[in-house]
């Protein structure tokens, strides 16, 4: 043991001694250094089992220190607090001969309280454990407050929330101290004002709340999509909401009141500068061209104003990219992905004749999820074809560089990235990949995880353009260490290592280097339930145009017995969902509800009924597969059990979608397409993770997909469609996001 451990060891050692020495802590129950009356006894006794199950927390039934930290001087400190503290207010309260028995009893039920709703707060992760020797302090003044007949507010008011929130509720035996009211009114509104987001609900149930105005203000400003839907309530809130003297809320609450308000939203911060009027929205809110091309020139100009000089963030700038990416898919995506069969292309993209190149730049990077591959490849080449200088860097001075992330990340998914750096010189085509990579730390999680997706597809085509990004990256990385930016960091190192990955010849193991689940490989272990099973759940819906119902079709053909075979698959069905189990092999059991169509939402109330019985019955899926509509998947998402471990999305990618999969399930392996899903590669995918599984075998990824590619080389037509589909460990952008994740809450 060298001299600093050895000195941080005794320096514990003495502060243990110390703190719990020759008290009654570390005593048998009911001996104290101090007299007691015997009428008092119970009440020191409860204290007494408060530090007892303190001093356990940490696993040991005789530890002297209270461990809640992983900085061992922090749980001193919390130790000196909660027990030496707490030892001598008990022999104070119980020696005070100013005190009557009553009060005596009040202080001391109110100090068995407050390590009581500590530890509560603690195991809830609401409070720090830190705060602990600040929480004893606090009670103590209020105490002294309390002896005089004085109010307890004041030391509320000058406490943390958190501790202010416990000490005021130890003052209510047998009568309650004249500041607690007044000090819950202070706590609920610094609540409130720490936690914007849930005033309007609250005051929706409590009105007339002393602090109204200035609360209603406060959520306002913070959530405008809020304000708007209770701005139109007919209620006490909905009232002073739209009698408010605040220029915002006037404007929202007029939108709200009004039948086209969601039309105009979008447009409010121009509204309220008086840049535009609702006049202006008006002659165009009915036309969807008309409406589309107004959304585009409100995002440039909030894209401009982004930018410095000015730096302004636009009000409600997420309202008017959510509606613009919905009318763009509405309007133009869906129809041209409708006519992908059409053979004349002038009578396909027919509908993008009006548009600009800038309106054509967003209705591509606003439609990742969505636009088939033909359908981006011929929006991508008008976008060049209108330009009066076809130059990519003009484009992205264009867009105020816009989603340039996004749209670089798509031109190399869809093999047009080296035609785009190509209509720029070679210095801008650096500049640009530069920008790129660069001040990620600055960025959202998606723009890194867009580096992170064009990785994969940039190093298959271009590997010179790969080492130049894996050089940018690494002194991207070597500047954040120099400026100690953990997010810059976390950020960098992790594309490092993902991208050394790919090159086979570095033999790096990501799973370790990211602190991961292995990306290769799922343990059939990992996906059985007790009894050996392996649970999946396949989400259907059904359609209008009877997508859905063909391959629900599809997808059963895959389990029906051939002439001439015997049965591997035992087929039950009800009205609502039908169960396939395996007949012969180690068992594996899929659930899929039917893609019912109707009024109602049919399918809606098959998969609840679904989701339920397999709840009931103890089945956790560790398997979930989306078939329909990439405007299905939100559905199936907000239904996924946090048990899966394998998830196949088909087309629908893109970051929010692997978001939010990941959020429920973090380890969660993900198969996605760049494109609309095929039957003729999804039976085979499937069939060969069942006949895996049934074999009693681990899901091998690498093996599986060398295989796959080998069965569609005599069908080029499948096999393009086959490379669109991007298997677990070629996700990079899944990937990062669980690392980064579990990066950035271990630094925390």
Known sequence: MNRRVRSFAFFAFV?????????????????????????????????????????????????SVIRLSKDEAVNLQITDALIRKVDGLQEQIELDSTLNTNNKKRYLRGLSDVLQKFDRAVQ??????SLAPGLIDAFMQAMELDQKGESIEPVIAASPYETGKIVVECFNYPSENKGAKPARILLTRRFYEAHPSLIFNYLSTHPGAPFEDSLIIIAGHHDIGQLYDFAAAGNDLGYHIRNSKDSLLRTVASLATSRSGRLYFPFLDNLVKGRLTKEDIDKVKDDDLAYYKLLVKT????????????????????????????KGKQVFVSEINALHTAENPAVRFKILDPLTPEELYYLVVLSEDEIYTSSYLGVYDRIFQRMKAPYGDSLLMQVHGDYFRKFIKMAAAYNKLEHFLGTMDKQNAGTVMKSFVIHLENAGEEEAVDVADSY???VEKSPALARFILNEVKWNYDKNVAAGDKKGIVIYRLLQTLFESADTANKVDV??????????????????????????????????????????????RIFQTRPGTKPEWRIQENPQWTTISSIRGKPVIIYANKPLFGEDDPDDKAQKALSDYLY?????????????????????IERMPATARIVVLGSCGGYNNLSEVLKISEDAHIISSKQVGTKAVNEPILQAMNNTLVAGKNIEWLPMWRDLEAGFRKDPVARERFDDYIPPYKNLGAIFIKAYRKAMEADE
């Open 456 to 458: 994969s597809s940039i």
């Open 124 to 129: 809830s992760k609401e409070l720090s454990p």
């Open 299 to 326: 995002r440039l100009d909030y894209a401009e104003r982004l930018l410095p000089p000015l730096q302004d963030t636009p009000l409600e700038m997420n309202a008017l990219t959510q509606m613009l990416e919905k």
């Open 511 to 556: 799973s370790a280097k990211l602190g991961i689940p292995p990306i290769y490989t799922v343990d059939r272990q990992s996906l059985a339930d007790d009894s050996g099973r392996v649970i999946q759940q396949v989400f259907f819906y059904g359609d209008k145009d009877k997508d859905g119902q063909l391959s629900y079709a599809d997808f059963m």
């Open 15 to 63: 502060c243990v001694l110390l703190f719990t020495g020759p008290n009654k802590a570390m005593a048998q129950p009911n001996s104290y250094p101090f007299k007691v009356a015997q009428d008092r006894m119970l009440w020191h006794d409860y204290v007494d089992k408060e530090q007892q199950r303190l001093l356990q927390l940490g696993g040991s039934k005789n530890d």
């Open 616 to 636: 009931d019955h103890h089945l956790k899926p560790t398997i979930v597969i989306h078939r329909g509509h990439s405007y299905h998947v939100k559905y199936t």
